[in-house]
């Protein structure tokens, strides 16, 4: 157990909706990473966050966005969805968000569009 | 641009057989390295990781990798593979320069024979 959780672990949803992912990072982190892994693409960076602010953002679609909370739990909110955004979504943390530290990835969410 | 490449999506050895699997990375600035592990159904969890300290780097279930700057190469190997080891290994990198934001390979899947 790497001590991140993501909710929900299994989402079915349809073209054209909205969805929300959830993270809590481990305790003491304040570095937040989405990551999405699909057959396409492997696995790709999608955006970070440090204590309620962007740090570094990847190919992340314009209708997908993400926020920390001050309590440090982020969301990613994914819209106007589309088949091709079936995937896992791996949220990660790390204490504080520097090149060089570990990070430590929740189970994911998979997102199953039909 | 920086990347990741893996030589072999898929790996298949015996139980007992050395167990090297091919990272070769591509950047004009110094790298950190990282060696995850995903088994089915999970998170990525880290193996090991480079950060510019020592080159030979020790990390959980006896694996091990050796950075080579002159080849740009990070090969992770172990002496002897256990039935345990079957997963998929993801080589990344990440840079001083741009908070963790992690580049990863494509995945080896490394399956072990009795």
């Known amino acids: 157990d790497s001590g991140v959780t993501q909710t929900p672990k299994h989402l079915i949803t349809a073209t054209g909706q909205r969805v929300t992912l959830r993270c809590s990072p481990r305790?003491?982190?304040?570095?937040v990473y989405w990551y999405q892994q699909s057959l396409d693409q492997g696995l790709q960076f999608l955006i970070q966050?440090?204590?309620?602010?962007?740090?570094a953002k990847g190919n992340i679609l314009e209708r997908f966005s993400a926020q920390q909370f001050p309590d440090l739990h982020s969301d990613l909110n994914l819209s106007s969805l589309e088949l091709g955004d079936s995937a896992l979504y791996f949220c990660?943390?790390?204490?504080?968000?520097?090149?060089?530290?570990?990070?430590?990835f929740g189970p994911g969410t998979r997102l199953l569009v039909l | 641009a920086q990347s990741v490449t893996q030589l072999g999506s898929h790996v298949s050895v015996s139980e007992g057989a050395l167990v090297l699997l091919r990272c070769n990375y591509s950047?004009?600035?110094?790298?950190?390295l990282f060696w995850y592990v995903q088994y089915p159904n999970q998170g990525l969890q880290l193996l090991l990781k480079?950060?510019?300290?020592?080159?030979l780097v020790k990390g959980i279930n006896g694996f091990e990798a050796e950075f080579k700057k002159s080849e740009t190469s990070f090969h992770l190997t172990k002496p002897s593979a256990h039935m345990s080891d079957a997963a998929e290994y993801f080589c990344?990198?990440?840079?001083?320069?741009?908070?963790?934001?992690?580049?990863f390979g494509q995945g080896t899947e490394l399956s072990v024979k009795p």
């Open positions: 990660a943390s790390s204490v504080s968000g520097l090149g060089q530290e570990t990070q430590y």
């Open positions: 305790s003491g982190d304040l570095s």
């Open positions: 966050y440090y204590n309620g602010e962007e740090r």
């Open positions: 950047s004009s600035v110094p790298p950190y």
């Open positions: 480079y950060t510019s300290a020592a080159t």
């Open positions: 990344a990198v990440s840079f001083y320069n741009q908070g963790g934001k992690l580049i």
